[in-house]
């Protein structure tokens, strides 16, 4: 969702009221949303994303280009969602270590089920919960450019922005740091 993650960091950035941000989002619909209900689900999704990082990682999603947007709602998503950022550095990571061709389905049903014994609540999760925040994953993955398809999902290595490198470093935000250069080339 980079094209409303660079929306809702340009209300962000210009620190908005709560009456201009339900009038861009439910009146103006600046998401571009069939009905209001799901804009105001996903600005609302957006907003605690990037509210886990500073303003200067704002400022670059809004501004940049789509590669660099693209790399900063990453960020942001895994600033937000901790049992994603472990899948990364402890699947997907791995996966290029062995040289493996592809990310597979079962991979995310394995992860979860080894941190079920950590957070017991993970196995009261419904199969249809667990599929779709897969498939969520796997977009993501899909979108930044770690897997060619999200049919295949053949994986190839993530090509980090310095830029991005550089904010995620000067801003203490040093696990997400390690978890995107360990999807780099080798």
């Known amino acids: 969702m980079v094209r409303e993650s660079r929306i809702i960091a340009e209300l962000m950035l210009a620190d908005v009221d709560d009456d201009a941000w339900r009038r861009a989002i439910i009146e103006d619909n ?13 600005a609302q999704a957006i907003r605690k994303r990037l509210e886990r990082l500073p303003s200067p990682f704002w400022q670059a999603l809004r501004d940049g280009d789509e590669r660099l947007a693209t790399q900063i709602a990453f960020c942001a998503a895994l600033a937000r969602n901790l049992l994603l950022l472990e899948f990364i550095e402890d699947v997907v990571a791995d996966a290029f270590v062995v040289q493996a061709e592809t990310l597979a389905p079962w991979q995310w049903e394995e992860f979860l089920d080894q941190r079920s014994d950590r957070d017991p609540a993970i196995t009261g999760w419904a199969a249809s919960s667990r599929q779709k925040m897969r498939q969520v994953a796997f977009r993501m993955l899909y979108e930044v450019g770690v897997i060619t398809d999200n049919r295949r999902r053949l994986l ?4 980090v922005r310095d830029d991005v490198l ?6 203490h935000q040093d696990r997400i740091r390690r978890g995107l250069l360990a999807l780099r080339p080798r």
């Open 30 to 42: 600046c998401l571009q949303k069939a009905r209001p209900a799901t804009a105001k689900r996903i």
């Open 156 to 159: 190839q290595p993530l090509v």
């Open 166 to 171: 550089a904010l995620l470093e000067c801003h």
